[in-house]
């Protein structure tokens, strides 16, 4: 189940009600808590409605849970996480790694009793051991989200942006998200060598991802994918172009219907 509501009065952080998940949609400045301490929600969500009054925040008790509010919702700024549920590491560890596999563009921090060494391998922004140093918790993640939005690109279009990173010869990992949909193009070297999108790999996923009307774009300097492309970027948004106007005239065709 999903947290209790904050009492009205609270101003500022915002959990959601266990009623629908589609119930609402989060805002911009959102933070997912995932833990099992409900007394240590609870604080976490007073002290940001004092300091971070516009951030919206929604807790779950479980993984399986927040991969539920994940799945529904993936705009998020930033997790926090405990990996200890259950007397083990397991479920919160395997949580860690899958959404670093599925949703890379959100940074995760692990708030753990459990020892360092059980986020050795796991791609964390920070380990903050408990109970947190509220005003250090509060920085870090404040400093994490500038950060993240500091690397957005707006007002570009995809096709440009990806010619620009050829041009540039830049080693990266371009997030592509839009309403929920998140996908990865990889680049080494100024090179389109992978691109992933709702389990589809290859060209296919970055024609999905070109086809995105209102995404978002976040560069993230790395690039750990095997290659799997070998046309060249040019050839693909040519492909892509012809294949987008086969499909207007089709639609424009008078007297056919859907």
């Not at 911009?28 to 976490?44: R, T, W």
């Not at 921090?109 to 509060?138: C, N, S, W, Y």
Request: proline share 5%; charged share 30%; net charge negative.
């Amino acid at each position: 189940m999903l947290s209790p509501a904050a009492e009205a009065s609270c101003s500022g952080a915002e959990t959601v009600s266990p009623e629908p998940l589609n119930a609402r949609v989060p805002l911009k400045g959102n933070l997912l808590l995932v833990d099992a301490d409900e007394f240590l929600i609870e604080m976490i969500e007073s002290a940001l409605s004092l300091a971070r009054p516009k951030w919206s925040v929604l807790a779950t008790r479980q993984p399986a849970e927040a991969l539920e509010v994940l799945e529904k919702y993936s705009e998020f700024d930033a997790i926090v996480t405990d990996i200890a549920f259950h007397r083990s590491t397991q479920a919160g560890k395997a949580f860690v790694r899958e959404v670093g596999r599925r949703w890379p563009d959100i940074p995760i921090f692990v708030m753990t009793h459990a020892d360092r060494d059980e986020t050795q391998g796991l791609d964390t922004a920070e380990f903050i051991a408990k109970p947190p140093d509220i005003d250090f918790l509060i920085s870090r993640i404040d400093r994490t989200i500038r950060r993240q939005r500091e690397s957005r690109v707006r007002g570009i279009s995809l096709p440009t942006f990806l010619q620009i990173i050829e041009l540039e010869q830049k080693t990266c990992t371009v997030i592509v998200s839009d309403r929920g949909r998140v996908g990865e193009l990889y680049f080494r070297e100024g090179k389109l060598i992978h691109a992933r999108l709702d389990g589809t790999e290859g060209r296919e996923a970055l024609f999905g991802m070109l086809s995105m009307r209102d995404h978002n774009l976040r560069v993230i300097d790395k690039c750990d994918a095997e290659r799997t492309i070998m046309a060249s970027l040019t050839s693909l948004l040519m492909d892509w172009s012809i294949r987008e106007d086969d499909a207007r005239r089709h639609r424009s065709k008078p007297g056919e219907e859907n």
